[in-house]
Each structure stands twice: as C-alpha cells, then as structure tokens.
C-alpha cells in the first residue's frame, strides 16, 4: 500500500476514507445508541431516489440527491419523533420505494448509461479533490454540532425524559441528528456507495457500543475502527486488484465475527 501512495488517486482515496471514517463513525455512533438504524437505513435509500431524480431532470446528482433526501428525512423526523420505535412500516415503505424510485428513474433518463454497481459499492479511488474538501467540511460541522451539545445529546440518547424534564430541546436535536445523518450519507454515497454507507453506519458502532461504556468512548472507537476498515480494505484491494468498496465491506463483516466469537468465548 506504501506504494501505491505515490499515485494521487489512491492519496485521495486514502484522505476521503479517513474523513468518511471519522464522519461515518461519529453518526454512525449517535444512530446505534438512539436505536434508529433502521431510520438511517431509510435515510440512505431515499438518497438513492434522489440521485435517480437528480440524473433524470438533468442537475448535478449531489444538489439534487441533497434536497430529495432531507425532504425525506424532515417527513420522516415527524413520523418518528415521538414514538422511534412504531414506524417500522413507513420506514421500509421509503426504503424500498427509494430505492425503486431512482432504478426507475435512471431507465427513462434517455440516453443516460449509468453503472449502477457504483452507487452501490463506490468509487472511492476515483475521488476528486473538491469531494474532500466536502467531507472535511461536513466534518467539522459534526464536530461542532458534537462538542456545542454533547450533554444534551447524552441526554436524549439515555434518558429521554429526564432530558425533558431539564429542558433539553430533544425534539430539535432529534431533528438536527437526523439531518446531519442524511448530509453525510448524500455526500460519501457516491465515494464508497449506498451499501458500504449502511454497514459504516452500523457495523463500528456496534462493536464500539458493546466495547466501551460511555458514549465519547464509543464515539472515539467507532471513528477509529471505521478509518481501520476502510484503510485496510482499500490495501486488500489495491494488493488483490479487488474492488475497493466490496472489499471494505469484507473487512468489517469480518471484524464483527470475530468480535461476536470473542464475546461469546468470554461469556463460556
């Protein structure tokens, strides 16, 4: 892998996964422990119906994918705002339809010969610089957002009651948390595909929440072992002529084995 840093596509490959990394893991984090996973799950179809949208009226798929997938994302802010747990069927409504809804649109775009497999997978060794500027901005915007209510999202993610009862705004931060989802899935979708997005979303952080016990820990954890994965399944790739997403994906399926093996050693 050393080597092949010498070519600016991987030096972009490998800054854009570390910053998709470090994003993916921050929310991915405030996801699992909020337990709407099947919400970002949700969230990243739509955008997929977005950037069939995008294609067929003929604007740039980001802008476009963008206003679709937080519309999407407000309705379903107010679906789930009050109970997360009761709109498992509007959820899989929008997760399948979104995904249909773009499929479709992309085959009546006339004269558009779009490969599907890169949205699915990505293309994160065909980054262009601007992309990275994106993630380093969607990056520091977690960060702030991250930092300025830390108390306040700890407490809506353990005790949401109790967050009310001492006047924390969890209904806007809700909202908030779920925006800040659907930016950050619209802009790396594309880099490392719709697939990869759900498992960075949920795989780190699931080893990260049974791993630690605080959640600046998980936070912390899910981050590093996101960047892990993606540096050591774009190295796979590179040395196995493998493609780059799928391989990623491998990567983190596998460390959750093992970690789930592990655990159930541990336990007897």
């Known amino acids: 892998m050393i080597e092949a840093l010498q070519f600016e596509f991987f030096r972009n ?6 910053l998709t990394g470090i994003a993916c893991g921050i929310i991915g984090a405030l996801v699992v422990v909020n337990r709407i996973v099947f919400i970002g799950g949700g969230i990243a179809h739509a955008a997929y119906g977005g950037i069939g949208l995008a294609i067929f009226l003929g604007i740039s798929p980001l802008l476009g994918a963008m206003g679709f997938t937080v519309a999407v994302t407000l309705v379903l802010a107010l679906l789930t705002v009050k109970n997360k ?3 498992d069927t509007a959820i899989g409504l929008i997760w399948a339809t979104g995904m249909a809804f773009g499929v479709i649109l992309i085959d009546l775009t006339p004269g558009y010969n779009v490969d599907l497999m890169s949205y699915l997978f990505g293309s994160i060794l065909a980054i262009p610089s601007s992309n990275i500027w ?3 901005m969607v990056n520091v915007v977690i ?5 300025y209510f830390y108390r306040d999202i700890l407490a809506m993610s353990y005790d949401e009651e109790f967050g009310i009862t001492i006047n924390v705004p969890v209904k806007g931060l809700y909202f908030l948390m779920l925006l800040l989802t659907a930016v950050t899935i619209v802009l790396v979708i594309r880099l490392v595909g719709l697939i990869l997005v ?5 795989i780190p952080p699931f080893i990260a929440e049974r791993s630690t016990s605080s959640l600046s820990r998980m ?3 899910s981050s590093a072992l996101s960047v892990i994965f993606i540096l050591a399944g774009l190295a796979l790739s590179y040395s196995f002529n493998l493609t780059s997403g799928a391989t990623i994906i491998l990567v983190a399926s596998f460390a959750f084995a ?6 159930a050693v541990r336990k007897g």
């Open 13 to 18: 490959a490998v800054i854009a996964g570390v």
């Open 85 to 87: 747990e009761r709109v």
């Open 134 to 136: 994106l993630l380093l």
């Open 143 to 147: 960060f702030g957002f991250l930092w």
């Open 198 to 202: 759900i498992a960075l979303l949920t």
């Open 219 to 221: 936070i912390m954890l």
């Open 258 to 263: 093992v970690h789930y093996v592990l655990r």
